[in-house]
């Protein structure tokens, strides 16, 4: 029989560790908690100093029976779960329910390791521990805190919005950041901005492009087109000198190795990855993967960390690694220490590799390719921060120009050079948007000294405006909850699942966007519990968990504090909580069926208008707003009555599954439905033409790119009229210039005798020469300030307007 029992959460975990402890161990796994506060009861003693009361979790009562039996005649039971306070806490409620009394009972000992490998699984046996009380009664504190929220607010929800709501300590705080980002856009007023840049010419190229800087030593907004077209007129024939050249080395210096929230910030940036998988990916890494011969290996360390620090056998693995495969110059004198936060767990390390030598090339075809992308972020991450610093050259030149007012203009251009790769030839952060360092890398500038004179290339306003700050996706969203200290980001994963399964925000393209149902509940939420639902006190209690963790204050305590404060919130929301669900809201508007007033209603699928003759008259309209916004919206531009085409009768709003629809009001007997916004599809137009192929009538059609013209005879007959622009080819002479559509429905223009001639290009070709360099043909582009003419050729690039009837250029 085994001399001793181990237990792990997972079975994975259980086999990658039993393999290295051998025969003298039996390593069985708890598959997660074992007890946990019943769902159905609040299930906390507030009157008893807030007590909680834990029962055994449905469905686990046969495995602590099979781990009692695999614990009798052992002489010590290892507790064996993760490193952190929900691994504690496991151990403690196995503790209670495996701890026996008498003589032979086994010792009950708690071992905990950072990664699973041989040498770190024989370091924790060698010296085992007992159970921490801090960590327990912090992962307690947290559960308490979840439960009050949970079940005191989310009836009030249910009772005030609709049933299947919830609210959450953490959860409501990440919903109202996003809905606070979305009302900040949407309160955005754009400004209006210009930027001037001047193309030079030194002796040697490329042309030099430098920016408008200062005015007489001084900076300038220019808000306008007038402003701007001032500067450009002062300027455009004054002499440009060189005022100054300066070149100085920059460095950037490697990041830390990853954390959880950084790991999950870039792996979102970079692989696409959601939090939650990307947090599934990093278990299976750390519990172990079967690698061929090798069996079960733990390949990454323990991925819930906030720590930074890395051991000193890492360490030297890593340094002796990057000599052999980058050599000597790639090596700091001494390793990169990296200072962590200031609350951070370091009795936990970074996330590393469990061997820096084992390169992601020697696993490819090994790992899951999600597997294995993201086991190569965390290499390159690690190995890249125990490097050298990369080095730029940044060159800054200052370019002078006087008007005959004698006012001074000041331009300015500004390019880095790579000048050493050091950390970068292994790995680069990502980054949220572009920043100056991305724009200097992109600029390559001529060599110039102070005093040149520059020819004059070009001079080009171009206008810009303000932009409102751009909504959360994954990776930001982790990044502000994180910087705000607002939960854990071992939390993060469930947090943004949760969210979205009660549709409080959905996704488009990648970012967040609240719900209409996101918005209300948020405003409901704030408007009671203003003070438990705020950054600053939700980062606050944050820092009290890490405190009862520290054994500096008692969990009770901390509760009773909370508690005070939640309750009164609780007895004024019960009171006076707006009622969403049977709220009728008054407009202006009149029901055009009855006469009788319409009113805002909120239904299972949201806000709606209706009639308040109901139930004798079921006119109802769909509200284009949100209710949160209606206060502010012109309702009088609502939709007036939409009748079905096929039977005449009215449609009613209806939402499914895809989103809301117009019904027909005779359904079962006529089903017809319509999406909102949808227009009347338009019908095809016999035109006097005739096809120049069969003699039939060309009809005007309308397909998914647009309108076209084609013979009316189709299929028999497949002519389609090509749409020239009255413009030759300038490459040939011979042939004309046709609008085309690629496979993907963008517009290009191209040459008619193709494939005999390949002219192509994406804008469209003027039939005018350049008057700088004397190219045959120019380009139309659009830019911000309206259309522009615009020479092909990439050495000269001669730009200018192009006149617009009065009334294109007055519409906004």
């Known amino acids: 029989m085994a001399k001793s029992l181990v ?44 007590e909680p009361d834990y029962v055994v979790i449905e469905g686990k009562k046969k495995l602590i029976s099979e781990l009692k039996s695999a614990a009798k005649g052992t002489e010590t039971i290892y507790l064996a779960a993760d490193p952190d306070r929900e691994g504690e806490a496991i151990c403690f409620h196995l503790r209670e329910e495996l701890e026996t009394k008498g003589k032979n009972a086994p010792a009950i000992v708690r071992v905990r390791f950072n990664e699973i490998t041989p040498a770190a699984i024989r370091k924790a046996f060698e010296k085992p521990t007992e159970v921490d009380v801090n960590l327990v009664q912090a992962q307690q ?3 308490v805190l979840d439960r009050l929220v949970g079940y005191k607010i989310s009836p009030l929800l249910w009772d005030k919005v609709r049933r299947g709501l919830s609210a959450g300590r953490v959860q409501t705080v990440a919903l109202r950041l996003i809905v606070e980002r979305e009302r900040e856009i ?5 400004q209006q901005y210009w930027t001037i840049d001047v193309s030079l010419g030194a002796k040697k190229p490329p042309v030099l492009t430098a920016r408008l800087a200062r005015i007489n030593g001084a900076t300038l907004e220019i808000t306008n087109q007038a402003a701007a077209d001032a500067i450009v007129k002062a300027v455009e024939h ?3 000198l060189v005022d100054s050249v300066g070149t100085k080395e920059k460095k950037r210096n490697p990041v830390p190795p990853f954390i959880t929230s950084t790991l999950q910030q870039e792996a979102s940036r970079k692989l696409r990855f959601s939090v939650k998988r990307t947090m599934m990916l990093a278990q299976r890494l750390y519990e172990g993967v079967e690698l061929g011969e090798e069996g079960l290996v733990g390949l990454i360390t323990y991925m819930r960390t906030d720590s930074t620090r890395v051991s000193n056998e890492a360490l030297a693995e890593a340094r002796e690694m990057i000599g052999q495969r980058f050599g000597t110059q790639y090596l700091p004198a001494s390793p990169n220490i990296y200072k962590g936060k200031k609350d951070a767990q370091d009795a936990h390390e970074a996330i590393r590799p469990t061997a820096a030598m084992r390169g992601p090339e020697q696993l490819q075809g090994l790992l899951a390719e999600d597997e294995w992308k993201l086991y190569r972020l965390i290499w390159m991450r690690f190995v890249a921060s125990q490097m050298m610093p990369a080095l730029f050259d940044q060159t800054t030149i200052e370019v002078k120009a006087a008007d005959t007012a004698r006012n001074i203009y000041l331009f300015r251009a500004t390019g880095s050079v790579p000048k050493f790769d050091g950390f970068l030839a292994v790995y680069e952060e990502g980054k949220d948007q572009k920043d100056e360092e991305d724009e200097e890398l992109k600029h390559r500038l001529p060599a110039v000294e102070a005093g040149e004179l520059l020819k004059f290339r070009a001079i080009e306003p171009e206008q810009h405006f303000t932009e409102p700050p751009p909504r959360f996706n994954e990776a930001t969203l982790v990044k502000e909850l994180e910087s705000d200290g607002v939960g854990r980001p071992s939390t993060y994963a469930s947090i943004l699942s949760t969210i979205q399964e009660r549709e409080y925000v959905k996704k488009e393209g990648g970012k967040f966007v609240p719900t209409e149902l996101g918005m209300v509940v948020t405003d409901l939420l704030v408007e009671s519990f203003d003070d438990i639902f705020d950054v600053r006190y939700t980062a606050r209690m944050e820092e009290e968990l890490d405190e009862i963790e520290e054994g500096k ?42 006469g009788k007033p319409l009113v805002i209603k909120w239904g299972r699928h949201g806000s709606f208008i209706a009639c308040t003759g109901y139930p004798e008259c079921t006119n109802t309209r769909e509200l284009t707003v ?29 939402k499914g599954r895809f989103g809301t629809f117009y019904a027909c009001s005779g359904y079962p007997d006529c089903k017809t439905t319509k999406k909102i916004g949808e227009t009347e599809q338009r019908k095809d137009v016999k035109l006097d033409e005739l096809c120049p192929n069969c003699g039939n009538n060309l009809m005007l059609k309308y397909g998914r790119f647009g309108e076209f013209t084609s013979c009316s005879n189709y299929p028999t007959c497949k002519y389609v009229k090509q749409k020239t622009i009255g413009v030759k080819c ?9 609008e085309r559509r690629s496979k993907r429905g963008k517009t290009f223009y191209g040459c008619n005798r193709y494939p005999d001639c390949d002219f192509v290009a994406w804008s469209k070709p003027l039939d005018e020469k350049c008057p700088q360099c004397g190219g045959n043909y120019m380009l139309e582009k659009w830019l911000k300030a309206g259309p522009v003419a615009q020479c092909p050729n990439a050495e000269c690039k001669f730009k200018r307007e192009i006149e617009q009837p009065a009334e294109v250029a007055a519409t906004p």
């Open 626 to 654: 949100d209710l949160a916004d209606v206060d502010k919206a012109d309702l009088t531009e609502q939709g007036a009555e939409e009748y079905c085409e096929n039977c005449g009768r009215t449609m009613v709003l209806k």
């Open 7 to 50: 237990i792990v959460e997972s079975p994975t975990k259980a086999k990658t560790i039993g393999k290295y402890l051998g025969k003298d161990f039996v390593v069985k796994a708890s598959l997660g908690h074992i007890k946990d506060l019943p769902k159905k009861d609040l299930a906390v003693a507030v009157d008893r100093n807030f």
């Open 141 to 143: 504190a947290r559960r």
């Open 238 to 240: 004054a002499p440009y």
């Open 730 to 738: 300038p490459t040939c002479s011979e042939g004309d210039i046709i």
């Open 553 to 594: 204050i008692d969990w009770r305590e901390a509760m009773t504090e909370f508690y005070g404060k939640f309750e009164k919130d609780l007895e004024h929301a019960e009171r006076n909580m707006t009622d969403i669900k049977r709220m009728e809201k008054p407009t202006d508007l009149v029901c055009e069926k009855c």
């Open 186 to 190: 949407r309160a955005f007023q754009k």
